[in-house]
């Protein structure tokens, strides 16, 4: 969601990032805890698998250009056979000068899942590091709603069954890339989990506020 | 609170939260009007609305998916630009920020799932170009409203969740 407001001070190390209330950060860990005035979950039960994470972001990468270039259907209309995959629909979409249409399908479905996993890859590999992921977490975070490949799955359904009755369908490997890269993508960001992800940040900031402060 | 005690860059972003989501009910008027696809089946000729797509389904014998494409393409635009505009009218300092920023989080994670019809769009234009006997050709409507829910996404995402709130001034000085 959006951003605090106030810029961060010195003292007290939590802010919530929906309502802005600072609070003192807890002193043990404490399992899902949540913000006293808005509700926004704060801290996780789950301590934050960076190995996971980072491995099922490389998979998600891995899957993302069968998924985006196999076909995802093949067709056959009384002996006319035809195929689709989502950079051919794209550019179906750009020849029939729907160009706006085109681009949309193209950032949320070509350009933001691999882009939000790399993103999500280096900022996880960083943190194994040791280091901050900076602003690699930032674009992770900001590309989640943008990726949409799930929707489009349920919108390939619907496509499919409506073809149904006058067309024979057969599915193509680039659905099953597609599917093991939703269901990659869906672990990966629930194994990300955010609360932990800023309790982590929080705390690698403290340690280095701690010595580097200067 | 009153508006002296915020800050200008909230002030700024509720007024572009405000600017897109007028730009984006207005998007919505032809996009629901519109035919957002033709569908030629046998030389017959069949421009859809999003509406007429809704029904389609439920005469096939699909209620289920058919309950599905209502909601996502029909109701929630409406929805969450109502629920988006109530909540920005009512800020600074919302009187219920609680119920505000629940009905926030739920049209903000729902509103995505709009651009479904796009994709059903996008997908038979793709599969059925070069169809002899049925081709799909996509039609105005959709690019309106692909703008109508992109442009409702960017507002929500304009919006800064913290100022339906007063700021916090108590915390600050108690450690």
């Known amino acids: ?214 | 609170m009153t508006a002296a005690v915020e800050s200008p860059k909230a002030d700024r972003r509720r007024s572009l939260a405000w600017a897109l989501l007028v730009a984006a009910a207005v998007w919505l008027v032809p996009a629901n009007l519109l035919p957002i696809m033709t569908l030629e089946t046998l030389g017959r000729e069949q421009a859809g609305t999003i509406a007429d797509g809704v029904l389609r389904l439920l005469q096939s014998g699909m209620p289920g998916l058919a309950l599905v494409v209502f909601t996502a393409s029909l109701l929630i635009p409406i929805l969450k630009i109502l629920v988006l505009a109530v909540i920005y009218w009512r800020t600074p300092a919302h009187p219920r920020p609680r119920g505000a920023i629940r009905a926030y989080r739920l049209v903000y994670w729902i509103g995505r799932w709009s651009m479904l019809d796009v994709f059903v769009v996008a997908l038979l234009a793709g599969l059925m170009r070069f169809g002899v006997l049925a081709r799909a050709v996509p039609e105005p409507g959709i690019t309106a409203f692909a703008l109508a829910v992109v442009l409702t996404m960017l507002s929500a995402h304009a919006f800064v969740t913290s100022q339906l709130w007063e700021p916090d001034h108590g915390s600050g000085a108690n450690p």
Request: net charge positive; charged share 15%; aromatic share 6%.
């Open chain 1, 1 to 214: 969601m959006s951003d605090s407001l106030s810029p961060p001070r010195a003292a007290p190390a939590l802010v919530c990032h929906d309502c802005a209330l600072r609070l003192a950060p807890p002193a043990a860990p404490r399992g899902h805890w949540f913000c006293p005035r808005c509700g926004a979950r704060l801290g996780s039960r789950h301590r934050l698998r960076t190995q996971a994470v980072l491995a099922l972001a490389a998979t998600a990468l891995v899957l993302w250009l069968p998924a985006v270039s196999l076909p995802l259907v093949y067709v056959d209309q009384f002996g006319v056979g035809g195929s689709v995959s989502i950079l051919s629909s794209v550019a179906a979409l750009f020849q029939e000068r729907h160009g706006l249409v085109a681009a949309v399908v193209f950032v949320t479905l070509v350009l933001m899942p691999p882009a939000q996993m790399l993103a999500l890859l280096v900022a996880m590999a960083r943190l194994r590091a040791g280091g901050r992921p900076g602003r690699w977490l930032g674009w992770y975070r900001q590309g989640r709603e943008w990726a949409m490949p799930e929707i489009f799955l349920l919108g390939a359904l619907i496509a499919t069954t409506e073809l149904g009755g006058n067309a024979s369908l057969r599915l193509g490997t680039g659905l099953f890339c597609l599917i093991a890269l939703v269901v990659t993508r869906w672990i990966a960001e629930g194994l990300a989990d955010p609360a932990a992800l800023d309790r982590l940040l929080e705390q690698r900031r403290r340690e280095a506020g701690d010595d580097g402060r200067r």
